[in-house]
């Protein structure tokens, strides 16, 4: 069920959420968080798409604001405030409001969100592009317990990188490490069959991938060894490599769903380690929302780790 509404406010936005829901039958409220997508129309669709297919895990109120560029100054003064409410099949497993703001609302997008929050229940915000340089003092940011962002996202992902690190406050995260978690858990369960220190290592991927880097920091914070960054054609990362005095641990993916696991002295396996979708990323970054030790450890080295040890 979907209820447009033109030069709205965020009551008259509640009223037509509690409408939909009696329209279809559902009067109760069973979702666990607010998710609030900041995005532009040319990203709109896919944002929406991708937290629709994640509600299914985590059933949401998913807030996505959009700020409509003005082009004269007589549009700056028309300030208004259109909605597209939509629940039931229309929504996944939730409620999803499109939010778009003109004029001066758009310089006050949290209040006009803040209304919207459900009661006593998380918020996370996600950035697909343009993620503020510190998302934890936007005045968005500052209402969520989660706060993700994606270096994939921008020209230049390795300085965007660098800002990230400058920048981080507990609940920060980016979906750039996200895409990480198969790698690593491969990484400690092949270290764990090893049972052998690691001397050397060197992580391959195509040039300025913001995950590659990610993993490369993790690895020196994690093993206390230098990281060599081989660069290939791609795409994503292609292979992890660590050096024992047995031999190397490698962990090869040049294309495809499937990657080949090498461990000294033992025959090679193969793994399923694909790339995975937004939905999927998003998903599993809602799984849970306290403070990402180990993306600061990557970020920023091992005295991250130790910060967060004595906080």
């Known amino acids: 069920m979907k209820i447009d509404l033109t030069d709205t406010t965020a009551s008259k936005i509640n009223k ?15 979702m666990v968080l607010t998710m609030v997508i900041v995005t ?18 985590h059933p949401s109120r998913t807030l996505v604001v959009i700020k409509r560029h ?23 497993t939730g409620e999803t409001v499109v939010l ?14 803040l209304p919207l929050l459900l009661p006593d229940a998380p918020v996370v915000v996600w950035w697909p592009v343009d993620a503020p340089e510190v998302p934890a003092k936007d005045p968005l940011g500052a209402l969520a317990q989660r706060r993700i962002t994606d270096m994939y996202a921008v020209e230049a992902p390795l300085a965007a990188l660098e800002v990230r690190a400058a920048s981080y406050a507990p609940g920060d995260t980016d979906l750039a490490w996200t895409r990480l978690t198969p790698w690593r858990s491969m990484l400690a369960a092949a270290l764990d069959q090893a ?7 060197a992580v391959e991927s195509e040039a300025e991938n913001p995950s590659a880097e990610l993993l490369a920091r993790w690895l020196e914070a994690r093993l206390q060894v230098p990281v ?3 660069v290939t054609a791609g795409p994503v990362v292609t292979a992890v490599r660590l050096g024992t005095k047995g031999g190397e641990i490698v962990i090869d993916r040049p294309e495809g769903p499937l990657a080949t696991l090498s461990l ?30 180990m993306y600061a450890v990557a970020l920023r080295g091992d005295d991250s780790e130790r910060e967060a040890s004595r906080a």
């Open 228 to 230: 060599e960054r081989v």
């Open 195 to 201: 049972r052998t220190k690691v001397t050397s290592a």
């Open 264 to 293: 000294p002295g033992q025959p090679s396996r193969t793994l399923a380690l694909k790339v995975r979708s937004t939905s999927e990323l998003i998903a599993e970054e809602l799984r849970r929302l306290d403070a990402d030790e």
């Open 70 to 92: 003005v082009r004269t100054p007589r549009d700056r003064t028309n300030s208004h405030l259109d909605a597209d409410v939509r629940v039931g099949a229309d929504a996944g």
């Open 16 to 30: 037509a959420l509690v409408e939909g829901r009696r329209a279809i039958g559902t009067p109760a409220v069973g």
């Open 100 to 113: 778009r703001l003109y004029g001066e609302v758009s310089e006050h997008a949290d209040s006009v969100v």
């Open 40 to 57: 532009d129309e040319e990203n709109a669709y896919d944002s929406i798409k991708a937290a629709e297919e994640a509600s299914h895990e």
